[in-house]
């Protein structure tokens, strides 16, 4: 699904004309808000599906100054990147995927960063799997980024109930219609994420997650 079919979808559910007193931007500003909240649901439920499927060798790594604390580094917006749904962390590439270290017992977690207990060190390297929001958002030149491309009907419809509960035209009606058509087409791809997409690929992104990472130092 491209972006301009998102927002045609949009539109229909939400009966706008194309041409609008609402702009194309302020839509689009809506479906991005919407998907950041769809990938946070799905995350909620099965965070595996949404992990980058890459080549092991091209999983990012956590940077140290002191080989205790260890961040994932910077966002393409230069902000600590906090990676959400059950983020794993791997000492060698062939540990991944079924042998992370252990929560507690390996290493804290502090959001941003990760530190080792009782003061120890690593050398490294550390590697992590986790799920971070597309480095680009939706946009009339950026496509949205769920996978199977029907998928991204979740989306139009988060973002037509958020436009109907907001602003100077709230629709009590059409909230509840979209709250309905939630209900009904979410679970649906749940079961086709759990079955087709277990080793994870259910999340686009035009570049590796590797190369989306700028270490912090």
Not at 62 to 91: E, M, R
Not at 168 to 173: D, E, T, V
Request: glycine share 6%; with cysteine; aromatic share 10%.
């Amino acid at each position: 699904m491209t972006a301009a079919q998102l927002l045609a979808l949009f539109n229909e559910m939400a009966g706008r004309a194309t041409s609008d007193t609402i702009s194309s931007t302020l839509k689009y500003g809506k479906l991005a808000r919407a998907e950041s909240g769809v990938i946070t649901e799905i995350a909620r439920v099965a965070p595996q599906v949404l992990y980058p499927k890459v080549g092991n060798s091209s999983m990012p790594q956590l940077t140290s100054v002191d080989g205790n604390v260890w961040t994932f580094g910077l966002d393409a917006n230069n902000k600590p990147i906090v990676p959400f749904g059950d983020c794993k962390i791997y000492k060698r590439l062939t540990d991944i995927p079924d042998r992370p270290l252990q929560l507690v017992l390996d290493y804290f977690d502090e959001g941003d960063r990760i530190r080792l207990p009782r003061n120890r060190t690593f050398s490294g390297p550390l590697y992590w799997r986790g799920v971070v929001d597309p480095p680009t958002p939706i946009s009339a030149t950026e496509d949205p980024h769920l996978i199977p491309s029907p998928a991204n009907e979740l989306t139009a419809i988060r973002a037509v109930q958020d436009f109907a509960e907001t602003g100077n035209l709230r629709n009590a009606a059409l909230a509840d219609r979209m709250r309905q058509r939630w209900r009904e087409r979410f679970p649906v791809y749940c079961v086709t994420w759990k079955r087709q997409f277990s080793g994870g690929g259910a999340l686009y992104f035009n570049r590796s997650l590797r190369d989306l990472v700028t270490p912090l130092l």
